[in-house]
């Protein structure tokens, strides 16, 4: 059975500062996908890694994947306000179905 | 352009009775996936449609749970008899193809069941 663990589960931040929110997954894939969630609201696609080494970056956003070691990254570079969310970790084995993790939930405080 | 709409955004109902929730996808999406979101299980596959087929079932959680989809569009999630437990958001999402596409996901349907 699949596992994909996400740490922390909640991260309390300044803004201006820098972080790091880990993926583990416990069998291998080369898809992985990150989302955001705002409160009451749906998933919105951040990014989509493919293949070991994948980085990609969208403002103070930066994800990578590690297939090998089975874990992901993603960096938070000079938190804002704006980036308080919950943030979902996801890998795909089977060509269609998303394995979650329990999200991170990230509040930035001023 | 439009993106994955479900209806309705809120339904209560009673303990026993059926639910229909609605998902239409981004046009031209050929697949289509259902997921629930609640507090105590996050977020669960349900259901996997390939056009109008459904390969993997095996995310339902009981055979209360049915779910169609007709001219490679609309798709409806069926709960028969519901009980307390069902409560949960219910999210549909649709991509381009299956594999490693995008899966881009509708507002979802908050159940409540009493």
Not at chain 2, 60 to 89: C, K, N, W, Y
Request: net charge neutral; with cysteine; hydrophobic share 35%.
């Amino acid at each position: 059975e699949l596992k994909v663990e996400q740490n922390p589960l909640f991260l309390s931040m300044q803004e201006g500062k820098n972080y790091t929110i880990y993926c583990n997954y416990s069998t291998t894939s080369d898809r992985l996908y990150w989302y955001r969630q705002d409160p009451g609201k749906s998933l919105e696609s951040l990014f989509v890694l493919l293949s070991n080494g994948a980085v990609k970056q969208e403002g103070r956003l930066m994800a990578s994947l590690d297939t090998k070691a089975r874990l992901s990254t993603l960096h938070i570079t000079a938190a804002v306000h704006d980036l308080s969310a919950t943030y979902f970790c996801a890998v795909d084995i089977r060509g269609y179905a998303l394995n979650f993790g329990k999200g991170t939930s990230l509040l930035v405080t001023p | 352009g439009a993106g994955v709409s479900q209806s309705p955004s809120n339904k209560v109902t009673e303990k026993g009775k059926d639910v229909e929730l609605r998902c239409d996808p981004i046009s031209g999406h050929t697949a289509l996936y259902w997921y629930r979101q609640s507090l105590g299980q996050g977020l669960e596959f349900l259901i996997y449609f390939q056009g109008n087929s459904a390969p993997d079932k095996s995310g339902l959680p009981s055979d209360r749970f049915s779910a169609e989809r007709t001219g490679g569009s609309v798709s409806t999630l069926t709960i028969q008899r519901t009980q307390q437990e069902d409560s949960a958001v219910y999210l549909c999402a649709s991509s381009l193809f299956s594999g490693k596409e995008t899966q881009y996901f509708g507002p979802g349907t908050r159940l409540l069941v009493l």
